[in-house]
């Protein structure tokens, strides 16, 4: 450190921090709010660098072109390791589709502002997308590196023109950062956790600790009283890890800890536990163990291991501790003081940024060539269904017959004689949009009125109390349809959910269809046919070609809910449709050249078909038999 003593308890809190963070990812239930070690290293990093910069402007030594070389030094030089490593790693078993985000990702990461592009590009710290990207954790990197960036200017010019006002400036910022970050937490959440300005009061915090203490060893200096506060600061810490699993108080509980640690943690029995030679050990490393425990966790799914396992799990860890070590001793002690090297550093970022530019911006994909177009007719009025974008869609024709933004309140989307009213009415997510070509198929066939409000990640399965607010069930009230036909992704849902929508259609005389799900294909989010190409799968005429099934169990949740929903209601009956794709070799994924599915678990309009003779059936005899 410039400018301030060595504390090793600093160091061995920076161990406390990063273990949870790695354990949290690596799923260990027992500490949910592992998440939160990342904001002691805020406050570690406003405390060191308020410190540092304090006291070579007292000295009248600062000087901007240092202080940022420092910090070139100190940050680039593993994360350009970390990237390249990463980048060659993605470019070599990483589905290809999906290469072009993570160089998108990687870019970001090393211009500083990885945490404006998750916000923007995947949403969620804890979603599905945020997950799959190795580079998710430098989010964090993103924010320190921009406070690295402002706050020594704004700390100059305090220091030359309104010195007086420091302390206060800064104390308003941490309270005005803490207020949007109480408030956005509960109403902008997403954005709350990635940005700076709603990270400040964190940083800050360290800033007041160094300013309040002068940036001497001015902290505890002994005595029972003052060497309890840092036992008490442990033990917050360890609690707001255990005990605070969201967004919110476990947060500023893990602040207060941090702050009362570096203020009281050079004696006692707190200062005793984070000097010893495995905290402080861990803790010099715990730069390197943060960059490399997500990129191994990421790409150890590619690599043939999984998370849930005990051995995976230790395994992914013993990288991570075997990569930081080696990345500690060769590339960040050699390089954190060589002062001529920042040029060779800037020029080693340069080389992996335009790595990344290459792999974000000429992306790769398999060739599927082969394959006939798949077709979606979703029957849908969300904007997403009319001009979808990304790789997923990949050879994938977009049909929306009668789209039209404002259906869901305008009687949905209709097909028939629309003088009359609807006989059938089609509800559900993006798996009831899915079966709506089917269905809209056997309506003209025998000239069945039918309305669809079918739309992505739409559930309509909602309580029995908000049916007034509910357009789609005052057209329900309206039209007494006889039949409603309803699709939707069973396996996310309980029970509870349909019971409201079952007996109020029941009340209004209307039979209720439910559609069973088909298998999910072992691809996540991707798009059906490249993900075939990637496993070697490709069409041979007039063939059928099933694909050996990851956890033949992995339906059975959902399958076993619409069978006991259609035997609990006497108006209630569901159409079996997951037979129809599998077989003791697997899922159907290909008849010919036709796709069976766009993604893992949407079906195309061809797949869809095929269970047109059981839902015309079923459709039928439901219209024609008495209630």
């Known amino acids: ?15 406390l921090a990063v273990i949870p963070v790695i354990l949290f990812h690596v799923g260990s239930d027992w500490i949910p709010g592992g998440y939160i070690g990342v904001d002691v290293f805020f406050v570690i990093s406003g405390f060191l660098i308020t410190s540092i910069i304090k006291k070579e402007l007292d000295c009248g030594t600062f000087s901007f072109r240092d202080f940022w070389a420092r910090r070139v030094r100190r940050i680039l030089p593993a994360m350009v390791l970390m990237t390249a490593i990463t980048l060659a790693m ?13 160089g998108e990702q990687a870019l970001a990461s090393l211009l500083s502002v990885a945490n404006m592009y998750l916000w923007q590009n995947t949403g969620d710290y804890w979603g ?11 989010w964090s990197l993103s924010v320190e590196e921009q406070f690295y960036l402002f706050f020594p200017i704004a700390m100059w010019l305090m220091s030359r023109f309104r010195s007086r006002w420091l302390h206060a400036s800064i104390l308003s910022a941490v309270a005005v950062s803490l207020a949007l970050f109480l408030w956005g937490s509960q109403t902008y959440p ?19 600790l160094a300013l309040t203490f002068n940036a001497k060893h001015e902290t505890d200096t002994g005595g029972d009283g003052r060497a309890s506060l840092g036992v008490l600061g442990v033990f917050m810490l360890i609690c707001s890890f255990v005990f605070f699993p969201k967004l919110g108080s476990g947060m500023t509980v893990a602040v207060t800890g941090t702050a009362l640690v570096i203020a009281f943690g050079q004696s006692g029995p707190s200062n005793r536990l984070l000097s010893s030679g495995v905290f402080v050990h861990l803790g010099k490393l715990s730069y390197s163990l943060y960059l490399w425990h997500w990129p191994v966790l990421v790409l150890a799914e590619p690599l043939g291991y999984s998370w849930p396992g005990f051995t995976d799990k230790l395994i992914t860890i013993v990288a991570t501790y075997v990569l930081a070590f080696i990345t500690f001793h060769l590339v960040e002690k050699p390089t954190r003081k060589k002062k001529g090297i920042v040029p060779l550093i800037l020029l080693g970022t340069l080389v992996v940024g335009l790595a990344a530019f290459r792999m974000a911006w000429f ?5 599927i060539s082969q394959f006939s177009e798949a077709r979606w007719v979703p029957y849908c009025s969300h904007p997403e269904w009319t001009k979808p974008k990304g790789p997923i869609w990949s050879n994938v024709v977009i049909e929306n017959p009668g789209y039209s933004p404002d259906a869901m309140s305008r009687g949905g989307i209709r097909i028939g004689n629309k003088s009359v009213v609807p006989e059938v009415i089609v509800l559900g997510d993006s798996h009831g949009a899915m079966w709506s070509d089917a269905i809209a198929t056997i309506s003209r066939e025998y000239d069945i009125p039918t309305a669809f409000f079918a739309q992505c990640g739409q559930e309509y399965f909602i309580n029995a109390l908000e049916r007034n607010k509910s357009s789609i069930y005052k057209d329900i009230i309206r039209w007494k349809p006889k039949l409603i036909i309803v699709g939707n992704a069973w396996r996310r849902n309980r029970d509870s959910d349909a019971m409201g929508l079952l007996e109020f259609a029941g009340a209004y005389g209307s039979k209720v269809l439910l559609i069973e799900d088909p298998p999910w294909l072992p691809c996540t989010d991707r798009n059906a046919m490249q993900w075939l190409a990637s496993q ?11 694909l050996s099934i990851r956890d033949e169990n992995s ?3 959902g399958r076993r809910r619409v069978r006991l929903l259609a035997e609990n209601y006497n108006h209630v009956q569901f159409v079996a449709t997951h037979d129809l794709f599998v077989s003791p070799s697997g899922i159907l994924v290909l008849d010919g050249k036709s796709v ?24 039928l005899e439901m219209l024609e038999t008495p209630y």
């Open 536 to 546: 070697g799968v490709f069409p041979e005429d007039n063939v059928k070609q099933f």
């Open 190 to 208: 997403t954005a709350t956790f990635y940005l700076l300005p709603t990270r400040i009061w964190e940083l800050g915090t360290g800033c007041l």
């Open 90 to 102: 993605t470019y070599a078993f990483v589905f290809r589709p999906d290469q072009q985000a993570i």
């Open 128 to 138: 599905w997308n945020a997950e799959a990207s190795p580079f998710l954790h430098a």
């Open 1 to 15: 450190m410039t400018g301030i003593g060595y504390r090793p308890e600093i160091d061995g809190l920076r161990a």
């Open 555 to 557: 339906d059975e949740g």
């Open 363 to 367: 992306p790769r994909g398999y060739d």
């Open 596 to 619: 069976t599915y766009i993604d893992d678990n949407h079906l195309s309009s061809f797949g869809a078909h095929l269970a047109v003779p059981r839902l015309r059936k079923m459709m």
